[in-house]
């Protein structure tokens, strides 16, 4: 989940940029790695974990994660719509 996190950090870094470059490409290509990371976030198994405070910690991560994620593709798309 460490990994997910950095890439989660490394796009919205990449879109601090995109904000400045003003290109269409760069925001559908957060948006691609937005929902890529999401996948990754669905296919971790958490009822495996057997430790039931480790598990809603999981949980409880993996919902911040999926909501900064959902935020940030929402940025995205305004932005990118803003630029037709």
Known sequence: MQSLYT???HAHAKYQEAK??????HYSDIVATCTKIEQELDAIPLYNIVDLEEQQRQRQLRRLMLDRLGELERKC???YDALK
């Not at 400045?20 to 490409?25: F, G, P």
């Open 20 to 25: 400045l470059s003003m290109q269409r490409q």
């Open 7 to 9: 890439k989660l950090v």
């Open 77 to 79: 798309k305004k932005r």
